[in-house]
């Protein structure tokens, strides 16, 4: 079985970035950015850099939260900064914190601001679609970023090919229940918020491969938000009204793998039972060199962020040529019934014998992974 996935995109050259970052973009999993040790709380981040576009040009990029995957902190963040610092682009990041409210008032200080163009995580597509309106009223382009607006209307979306990722992590969890010798029995589905598309995406891709795999459900159910501390209530529920019968647990990110593996481990089953995530977390990583977790899925972060500063460039530059050569790919609105041009990366499996894989790429360090109980397992595999 393949750990790595095919590019969706058309032409992967368009994706050979001429903004390549400088650092390492390293940065510390309590929230803190690589970039002028600003936090979460804080209430934005504004950079100024070189003369890679016109004087004054600014990309507004919304965030959507610091609480339901580290990743929007301690990788998206700093990994954008070094893009448009290599640009020489003026940017305005903020983080929404999960409140729908204050998602609509960040935009409406960008849109008021001027940026030349806004880029969004949506909290939910009702709140992106009306973000989207007014920016596109005041004639600023916009960019989905990794989440789809359905029906919103953005200009371009850049993201992963979020099936492919679904269904890493459903052929990822056949593999750890082969290799464990149990080929059949049902599998327990956590997925994430009902307000995310990408959550509806990612389950089509691991429930296909589940059960095309001959495995069947023995529950499936959403976390709001995807918050953990829910999941974690939801996921105790499940094991109770199961029995605790079944044989694993597709969980769609690394925090609902987290929750899970709390419930298992207070019934003596952790690493008996074999859990998924996603998103290479510090702690997901920790949890598969464990072995309480069976993988992770690894995004590269920092080439989506690259994929999605060109493409914004490109739109202050009013070069929609090179934009749409860029996105190369599309997805299917399937609210408006409109392609959306897209720039859709390759998802790659993390099992316990290629973690080193991430640590590699500079999306974090052995300093932050090989503690407690992984490092005896780092150790073992020449990690750090």
Do not use: H
Request: hydrophobic share 40%; glycine share 14%.
């Amino acid at each position: 079985m393949t750990r790595r996935l095919s590019v969706v995109m058309a032409a992967g050259a368009a994706l050979t970035l001429a903004l390549a970052a400088c650092g390492d973009g390293e940065a510390e999993d309590d929230g803190t950015a690589a970039a002028g040790g600003e936090t979460a709380e804080d209430a934005g981040d504004t950079g100024d850099a070189g003369d890679g576009g016109g004087e004054g040009d600014t990309v507004g990029v919304i965030l959507p939260d610091s609480a339901s995957s580290a990743r929007w902190e301690t990788a998206d963040r700093p990994f954008l900064e070094e893009a448009f610092d290599a640009a020489g682009v003026e940017y305005d990041i903020q983080n929404a914190e999960g409140d729908t409210a204050q998602f609509q008032t960040i935009a409406d200080g960008m849109i008021n601001a001027g940026v030349d163009v806004l880029m969004i995580v949506n909290l939910d597509s009702e709140t992106g679609s009306a973000v989207i309106a007014d920016a596109t009223a005041a004639g600023i382009p916009v960019i989905d970023y990794d989440r789809l607006t359905l029906g919103g209307g953005a200009a371009y979306y850049v993201s992963f090919d979020n099936v492919a990722v679904g269904t890493a992590i459903g052929e990822g969890l056949v593999q750890c229940l082969t290799d464990a010798g149990t080929t059949e029995g049902d599998v327990v589905l956590l997925n994430g918020s009902p307000t995310d598309n990408n959550a509806t995406l990612f389950k089509e891709g691991y429930q296909a491969a589940v059960e095309g795999a001959g495995y069947g459900v023995a529950d499936d159910q959403s976390v709001p938000d995807w918050d953990n501390t829910q999941a974690g209530t939801i996921f105790e529920q499940i094991f109770t009204s199961t029995g605790g019968e079944f044989v694993g647990v597709a969980a769609a990110n690394d925090g609902l793998g987290g929750a899970v593996i709390s419930v298992l481990e207070r019934n003596g089953l952790a690493g008996e039972i074999p859990v998924t995530g996603q998103d290479a977390t510090d702690e997901g990583l920790q949890r598969v060199l464990a072995g309480t977790q069976c993988m992770t899925v690894y995004k590269p972060i920092r080439e989506e962020a690259n994929a999605a500063a060109e493409l914004a460039i490109a739109l202050i530059n009013g070069d929609t040529e090179t934009a749409d050569g860029l996105a190369s790919g599309t997805v299917d609105d399937t609210e408006s019934g409109e392609q959306v041009p897209s720039v859709l990366l390759e998802p790659i499996q993390i099992f316990r014998d290629n973690v080193s894989e991430v640590i590699d790429d500079g999306f974090t360090t052995a300093e932050n992974v090989c503690v407690a109980d992984a490092a005896a397992a780092c150790e073992e595999l020449g990690i750090g």
